[in-house]
Nanobody, 123 residues
């Protein structure tokens, strides 16, 4: 069983900053790609940023230069630093992690979502 625990989020003014974190709870896991998704009100969930086990990052075009994704693989934790926030960044941010149960391949694959954390950008 893989459980993701998200923290951070809240209310911030336009131009402000915020930090999110997501920790993977579980034993004997090999964590591969970790990412963050944004779901604005009434819209579909969209990828914001992802980071691989080798720290290769990928960003959506509208957050490039404003958001930064990092990970601490020893802690199985991924972070998202949100800077220069805009009202359109408002929504629920979900952590997503995929990997394998165990380190001896082939091993069963997992793909898990966090519970989501609300970010509201408003003056």
């Amino acid at each position: 069983q893989v459980h993701l625990v998200e923290s951070g989020g809240g209310l911030v003014r336009p131009g402000g900053s915020l930090g999110l974190s997501c920790t993977v709870a579980g034993s004997f896991l090999t964590v591969a790609t970790m990412g963050w998704y944004h779901q604005a009100p009434g819209e579909q969930r969209k990828l914001v940023a992802s980071i691989t086990s080798s720290d290769t990052t990928n960003y959506a075009g509208d957050v490039k230069g404003r958001f930064t994704i990092t990970r601490d693989s020893a802690k199985n934790t991924v972070y998202l630093h949100l800077n220069s926030l805009k009202p359109e960044d408002t929504g629920v941010y979900y952590c997503h992690v995929e990997g394998w149960y165990g380190s001896n391949m082939p091993a069963p694959h997992f793909s898990s979502w966090g519970q989501g954390t609300q970010v509201t950008v408003s003056s």
